[in-house]
C-alpha cells in the first residue's frame, strides 16, 4: 500500500455544523475506502470509492473521489452526537490485498 | 452470523510471556487480517492470510506469528512478549476476488505487557 495522509488529526465541532476530512496521496490511489470508529469500539466499513471525480452519498454523509485519483473526501452535513468518532481511509494498490490505514481524524461534536 | 469474534477481550502479559490471540468468522471469508492499532496512530497490518494454509507478513510482523489451517480460524501468537507490543488487536476478514472489499472487524482485544 502508500502512503495517505489524512487532515485535520482532530476536529471539534458544535451540533449542527458540517465537518469534512480529507485523505491525500502524492501518488494515484487504486480504490478508497473509509471507516468510521467509535470510542472504544471497532472500525466499521462506511464506503468504497473507485472512480475517477466518484460521488456517493449515505444520507448526511458525502464521500468524493478525486479527479485525478489522488485524494479524498468524506463530508458530514449538520453533524450530530452520534457521528462522534475517527473516520479512517485507508487505500490499496492495484490488485492488493493489503489495505493502508490513514491516521484518522477523530471528529468531537460538542451539543 | 457472529460475524468475527476474537478473544481474549483484554490480557495482561508480563515481559517474556507468550500468548495467542484468537480470531473466528462464520462469513465464510477467503481473506483475513491481523492489525494493531497504537493511540493516534491508524491501524498497521501485521500478517495477512488470502485462504486456508497461505500467509503473508504485513507492515509490521516483528515479534508475531499466525497460521491458517481452516478458512474460518486465524490466531495470532506473541513469542516472548515485549513492552512496544502493547496495543489493541484487530482481526478482520473480507470476500472479495481480485483486490481488498469491505473489511469486516472483531471487537479487539486490548493488550498490555508489562
Known amino acids: 500500500g502508500q502512503q495517505v495522509m489524512q487532515i485535520p488529526q482532530y476536529q471539534h465541532v458544535q451540533e449542527g455544523e458540517d465537518f469534512t476530512t480529507y485523505c491525500n496521496s502524492s501518488t494515484t490511489l487504486s480504490n478508497i475506502q473509509w471507516y468510521k470508529q467509535r470510542p472504544g469500539g471497532h472500525p466499521v466499513f462506511l464506503i468504497q470509492?473507485?472512480?475517477?471525480?466518484e460521488v456517493k452519498k449515505q444520507k448526511r454523509l458525502t464521500f468524493q473521489f478525486g479527479e485525478a485519483k489522488k485524494n479524498s473526501s468524506l463530508h458530514i452535513t449538520a453533524t450530530q452526537t452520534t457521528d462522534v468518532g475517527t473516520y479512517f481511509c485507508?487505500?490499496?494498490?492495484?490488485?492488493?490485498?493489503?489495505?493502508?490505514f490513514g491516521k484518522g481524524t477523530k471528529l468531537s461534536v460538542i451539543p | 452470523n457472529a460475524g468475527v469474534t476474537q478473544t481474549p477481550k483484554f490480557r495482561i502479559l508480563k515481559i517474556g510471556q507468550s500468548m495467542t490471540l484468537q480470531c473466528t468468522q462464520d462469513m465464510n471469508h477467503n481473506y483475513m487480517y491481523w492489525y494493531r492499532q497504537d493511540p493516534g496512530m491508524g491501524l498497521k497490518l501485521i500478517y495477512y492470510s488470502v485462504g486456508a494454509g497461505i500467509t503473508d507478513k504485513g507492515e509490521v510482523p516483528n515479534g508475531y506469528n499466525v497460521s491458517r489451517s481452516t478458512t474460518e480460524d486465524f490466531p495470532l501468537r506473541l513469542e516472548l512478549a515485549a513492552p512496544s507490543q502493547t496495543s489493541v488487536y484487530f482481526c478482520?476478514?473480507?470476500?472479495?476476488?481480485?483486490?481488498?472489499?469491505?473489511?469486516?472487524f472483531g471487537p479487539g482485544t486490548r493488550l498490555t505487557v508489562t
Open positions: 478482520a476478514s473480507s470476500y472479495l476476488a481480485g483486490g481488498p472489499g469491505e473489511q469486516y
Open positions: 470509492l473507485v472512480k475517477s471525480g
Open positions: 485507508a487505500e490499496s494498490g492495484a490488485g492488493s490485498y493489503q489495505l493502508t
